[in-house]
């Protein structure tokens, strides 16, 4: 994985989004693919808009165990 200065930090790459939802890089990268997560493909990488991936964490109805 490469690490991106953000220019605009209200967006995000998979390691930021994995360490909100505590969770592993590649589960990010797998629920953006199948449409789980709201994010698009900049060239080989996938990228988040910060605001709209906390509004997703906040709708789910997630349980912890």
Known sequence: MRIVKNKNSAEIGSI???ELLDV???NVNYMARKGIL?????????????RAVV????SQKLVEV
Request: positive net charge; charged residues 45%.
């Open 38 to 50: 709201p994010g698009y493909k900049d060239k080989k990488f996938w990228r988040f808009n910060k």
């Open 16 to 18: 930021e989004v994995a």
């Open 55 to 58: 509004r997703w964490i906040k």
């Open 24 to 26: 592993s890089p590649d």
